[in-house]
């Protein structure tokens, strides 16, 4: 593996690891019911996500105009892990949407 292809799956790597702090974060203040605060959360770690997006496809596109690209553990676990947060902001995303709706009904509740 050649040291640009290294850190390119580093970048894609500490990407997704600030999704996931962010994912995190909104999920935390979930928990609280503070879905204001959920919700800038989950914005930062879709920002993030599509930075290590982009940087991922560069090289899938490098690949598909024909350059040869190496095998890579390391790159490998870089899809893997931006994979795996990219499905953790979806949920939390989804957790934000039933949480709404759990407070649009309480609130109809006490009027």
């Not at 990407?15 to 919700?39: Q, S």
């Not at 690209?69 to 939390?92: G, K, R």
């Amino acid at each position: 593996m050649n040291m640009e292809h290294a850190q390119v799956a580093m970048q894609i790597i500490l990407h997704a690891g600030d999704a996931r702090t962010e994912t995190m974060n909104a999920l935390r203040a979930l928990k609280e019911f503070d879905i204001e605060n959920a919700k800038e959360h989950l914005a930062g770690a879709k920002e993030y996500l599509v930075k290590a997006h982009n940087v991922q496809t560069s090289t899938l596109q490098e690949e598909a105009e024909g350059k040869e690209i190496e095998y890579s553990i390391l790159f490998s676990h870089a899809q893997d892990t931006c994979m795996t947060v990219y499905s953790e902001a979806n949920i939390a995303e989804q957790l934000i949407d039933i949480c709404e709706k759990i407070d649009e009904r309480f609130r109809a509740l006490e009027k």
